[in-house]
């Protein structure tokens, strides 16, 4: 059972383009969350969803962040026209009906 | 402070020494968890302890929770080279959805 897979590992933007993020739960794991962790700090969670259904999306920026968790596939954190102020490492996260979530080892996005 | 927040910020010792990191939070809460993330890292999940539970082990962990103080604090015993990263604790609050708060994390250095 493979753990939580992000790619890509690392990701360079330039302003104004778009960024992709792809996460692959745990087998099994129906609960997938979003985090962003700005250097020398802690994680900020962003988002919560589970399969087809944002559940809490009370973390995210209103403008140009969206996730989802189609059926089939990987959940996908899309950021539009992204600013120098995106760069940071984003997590993500699944969790059974447990209370202990799993992480993946990040996307980092640097935008130049 | 902020939810979850740890105390110290950083921490040095020798190797074979104790290290204690401590944690406060908030709201109540449903569980309180730490996790490690070596630099440039993924998360990896330490040790859960439920609002209920003052006291877990795990191998060199000894993790202790006081709810009235709304605190926790993570212990490593015989500390090696290799514990040497930076560990936060993270609160899964009441009635949240389960997403996880996290502290801005203690900074832990062992030296050999």
């Known amino acids: 059972n493979a753990g939580v897979m992000q790619n890509p590992r690392h990701l360079v933007r330039r302003r104004g383009q778009e960024a992709r993020l792809r996460c692959s739960p745990m087998k099994g794991h129906s609960h997938v969350y979003w985090y962003r962790q700005l250097p020398e700090e802690g994680l900020k969670f962003m988002v919560y969803l589970q399969k087809e259904n944002i559940i809490d999306e009370s973390g995210m920026p209103k403008e140009r962040f969206s996730a989802e968790f189609p059926k089939e596939g990987p959940s996908i954190l899309r950021i539009q026209q992204v600013v120098r102020g995106d760069s940071a490492a984003y997590f993500c996260?699944?969790?059974?009906?447990?209370?202990?979530?799993?992480f993946g080892q990040g996307t980092r996005l640097t935008v130049v | 402070s902020q939810q979850g927040e740890e105390d110290p910020q950083a921490l040095s010792i020798q190797e074979g020494e104790n290290a204690t990191m401590n944690c406060s939070y908030k709201t109540s809460i449903n569980n309180l968890q730490w996790y490690r993330q070596n630099s440039g890292r993924g998360l990896v999940h330490l040790i859960l302890?439920?609002?209920?539970?003052r006291e877990k082990h795990s191998g060199r962990l000894r993790v202790t929770l006081d709810t009235s103080k709304k605190s926790s604090s993570l212990l490593i015993t015989a500390s090696r080279a290799a514990d040497t990263a930076s560990y936060f604790c993270a609160t899964d609050a009441a009635g949240s959805a389960r997403q996880l708060t996290f502290g801005s994390g203690t900074q832990l250095t062992v030296l050999p």
């Open positions: 302890i439920r609002s209920n539970e």
């Open positions: 996260a699944s969790s059974p009906r447990q209370p202990e979530a799993f």
